[in-house]
Antibody, heavy 119, light 111 residues
Framework: EVQLVESGGGLVQPGGSLRLSCEGS????????LHWVRQAPGKGLVWVSR????????SYADSVKGRFTISRDNAKNMVYLQMNSLRAEDTAVYYC????????????WGQGALVTVSS | QSVLTQPPSVSGAPGQRVTISCTGS?????????VHWYQQFPGTAPKLLIY???NRPSGVPDRFSGSKSGTSASLAITGLQAEDEADYYC???????????FGGGTTVTVL
């Protein structure tokens, strides 16, 4: 079964940092692009970032550019999202998801990790 | 404000047909980028419902269908059932933003 499992969410103060992790299983991890998508409480889905299969190319939404960094370790089947200079508006459930191709459809999605930015 | 525009809500009686529109522009749907649809129940992760405009993954009932025309796409649910109450999101890619873009989501209510 193809599966993604996020970890690392929690409560952090404004201006603080947090690193989310996502472990993939059931597929050849190094063959696929991966994305992070977030959803603020009661709001819709918003794309955050993506990384290509070997980690040499990344892309970010304007709202997180310069603050968030996506990376991956194919030997460990892991993708990460390092979040710095966090703001209240970054509060959301963060999902990692597998890209079928190159900016193609997303399937499956992880269960999500809640990040709360508050003092 | 989302790049792709969806109605906030649609509703219908059991057995009826409802449609959800997803309106984009010449830099996303109109530029030929595929549209995908996701279904999300409260408190759960989104699930792929339709990919590349009109294709259903294995296990998705055939009462769900998708289409695309010009700068818009649509999701139709025929024979609406109580279990179809959920949020639905369209998704594409925007070349001007160089970013994946989602619609704002549509809540389907079964009356």
């Amino acid at each position: 079964e193809v599966q993604l499992v996020e970890s690392g969410g929690g409560l952090v103060q404004p201006g603080g940092s947090l690193r989310l992790s996502c472990e993939g299983s059931g597929f050849t991890f190094s063959n696929y692009w991966l994305h992070w998508v977030r959803q603020a409480p009661g709001k819709g889905l918003v794309w955050v970032s993506r990384i290509n299969n070997d980690g040499t190319s990344t892309s970010y939404a304007d709202s997180v550019k310069g603050r968030f960094t996506i990376s991956r370790d194919n030997a460990k089947n892991m993708v990460y999202l390092q979040m710095n200079s966090l703001r209240a508006e970054d509060t959301a459930v963060y999902y990692c998801t597998k890209d079928h191709g190159h900016n193609d459809w997303f399937d499956p999605w992880g269960q999500g990790a809640l990040v709360t930015v508050s003092s | 404000q989302s790049v792709l525009t969806q109605p906030p809500s649609v509703s219908g009686a059991p057995g009826q047909r409802v449609t959800i529109s997803c309106t984009g522009s010449g830099s996303n749907i109109g530029a030929g980028y595929d549209v995908h649809w996701y279904q999300q129940f409260p408190g759960t992760a989104p699930k792929l419902l339709i990919y590349s405009h009109s294709n259903r993954p294995s296990g998705v009932p055939d009462r769900f269908s998708g289409s695309k025309s010009g700068t818009s796409a649509s999701l139709a649910i025929t024979g609406l059932q109580a279990e179809d109450e959920a949020d639905y999101y369209c998704r594409s890619f925007d070349s001007s933003l160089s970013a994946v873009v989602f619609g704002g989501g549509t809540t389907v209510t079964v009356l």
